[in-house]
T-cell receptor, first 112, second 115 residues
């Protein structure tokens, strides 16, 4: 069975500072890893994914994520946070075919 | 390209009733997946359809069912509604990858309130 853990319910960061949202996973086989963002009363918006290749994945809106196989982690990062980045972030894994398993979500609060 | 659309956006039902939610995928996408989002259980996979066939199913009771039409549009049905079925129901579409590498694009969701 596959699982995803997001150890922080909330991350607080000041605008302009770098941000990291943590994610660890457990899966048999090749991990296909995803990050999504959810704004209030909206669906999930795709940010980036890791399939294979370079461990540093670049995505939308300046976000990137680093895949670390030995630590089974896929942390989301951004060099300089914006107030508009405040939202709910979900890490997910899929190795069964269009069947995402999500972490519990991390609320990111960026303060001016 | 138009995104994934879901109708209705909001729905209020009473216990014991049934409900049908609709999802239209992105043009060209043939796989449709459904998810339930609640504060307590988070995001959980319901089922996935491709070419009018259910390929994967999550751990939900038989009251939850779905189907897909030849134009890839999908519906999900919940019968004998319970208070705990109150949730945001999300639909996602993707190309029909087999290994999980395809990106799923989500619709805005249908918020169901069961009274």
């Amino acid at each position: 069975a596959q699982s995803v853990a997001q150890p922080e319910d909330q991350v607080n960061v000041a605008e302009g500072n770098p941000l990291t949202v943590k994610c660890t996973y457990s899966v048999s086989g090749n991990p296909y890893l995803f990050w999504y963002v959810q704004y209030p009363n909206r669906g999930l918006q795709f940010l980036l994914k890791y399939i294979t290749g370079d461990n540093l994945v670049k995505g939308s809106y300046g976000f990137e994520a680093e895949f670390n196989k030995s630590q089974t982690s896929f942390h989301l990062k951004k060099p300089s946070a914006l107030v508009s980045d405040s939202a709910l972030y979900f890490c997910a894994v899929d190795n069964a075919g269009n069947m995402l398993t999500f972490g519990g979500g991390t609320r990111l609060m960026v303060k001016p | 390209k138009a995104g994934v659309t879901q109708t209705p956006r909001y729905l209020i039902k009473t216990r014991g009733q049934q409900v049908t939610l609709s999802c239209s995928p992105i043009s060209g996408h043939r796989s449709v997946s459904w998810y339930q989002q609640t504060p307590g259980q988070g995001l959980q996979f319901l089922f996935e359809y491709f070419s009018e066939t259910q390929r994967n199913k999550g751990n939900f009771p038989g009251r939850f069912s779905g189907r897909q039409f030849s134009n890839s549009r999908s519906e999900m049905n919940v019968s004998t509604l319970e208070l705990g079925d109150s949730a945001l129901y999300l639909c996602a579409s993707s190309f029909p990858g087999m290994g999980g590498e395809e990106t799923q694009y989500f619709g805005p969701g249908t918020r169901l309130l069961v009274l």
